[in-house]
């Protein structure tokens, strides 16, 4: 059984980001998830981004956002740890270390270039 904690949209690309308590994000495509006719149906995730030590105590996923050209997803939860996702290639881009507490919500800017995961701003370096 699946249990989301939180859901997050990209508005160019027509998917649904959700974060679980299993510490993976699924990406659900909004018109598959449209076609599905009956209620015993469940679509499948188009991706599952997983980090390589997804298991544990604190495996869970607190905060998502997703910049909004759909080009970067961010997570974060009770490890302390803000990983960086690119959805188009599935593969995580960065990990940011070094937090003092769980993190409970995380922003995006609107160029893609700096997350701010609760109290902290951290630039991006492409």
Same mark, same amino acid.
């Given at each position: 059984m699946l249990f989301i904690?939180?859901?997050r949209n990209s508005r160019d690309q027509g998917?649904?980001?959700? %974060?679980?308590? #299993? $510490? *993976? @994000? !699924?990406?659900w495509d909004l018109s598959r998830a449209s076609q599905t006719t009956t209620t015993t149906t469940t679509p499948n995730p188009i991706m599952t981004l *997983? +980090? +390589?030590d997804s298991s544990g105590a !604190?495996? /869970?996923?607190?905060a998502l956002a997703v #910049? +909004?050209?759909?080009?970067?997803? @961010? /997570? %974060?939860? +009770?490890?302390?740890? @803000? $990983?960086?996702w690119d959805p188009r290639v599935g !593969?995580?881009? %960065? !990990?940011?270390v %070094?937090? *003092?507490d769980n993190i409970r919500a995380i922003?995006? /800017?609107?160029? /893609? $270039?700096?997350v701010r995961p609760e109290y902290l701003t951290l630039q991006v370096v492409p």
């Open positions: 904690h939180l859901l998917w649904v980001a959700s %974060g679980s308590f #299993d $510490r *993976t @994000v !699924k990406l *997983t +980090p +390589p !604190k495996a /869970s996923i607190y #910049d +909004p050209q759909g080009h970067m997803i @961010v /997570s %974060g939860g +009770p490890e302390r740890v @803000v $990983r960086m !593969k995580r881009i %960065g !990990k940011l %070094g937090h *003092t922003l995006v /800017s609107e160029d /893609s $270039r700096c």
